[in-house]
């Protein structure tokens, strides 16, 4: 349908926003938050992808940082 095409369009264009990809789980980002930040599933229930991802990144960054 062509609600189901803008949201495949809109999964891909934020794919590209995010170098690191978008995980193929959700459930992954909010691992990687907890894993961080020591977030609860229900703290970023809430949160829209973008946030989400922008989040993990931040998360990537501190438990990988460059040398």
Known sequence: TRKESSAASD?????AEYPR?????????MADLATAF?????DMDD????ELMEWRERARVRL???K
Request: charged letters at 25%; hydrophobic letters at 25%; aromatic letters at 8%.
């Open 64 to 66: 990988n940082p460059e």
């Open 47 to 50: 949160m829209p992808l973008s």
């Open 11 to 15: 999964v891909y264009k934020r794919q």
């Open 38 to 42: 020591h977030w609860r599933p229900a």
């Open 21 to 29: 990809g978008i995980p193929d789980h959700v459930e992954d980002g």
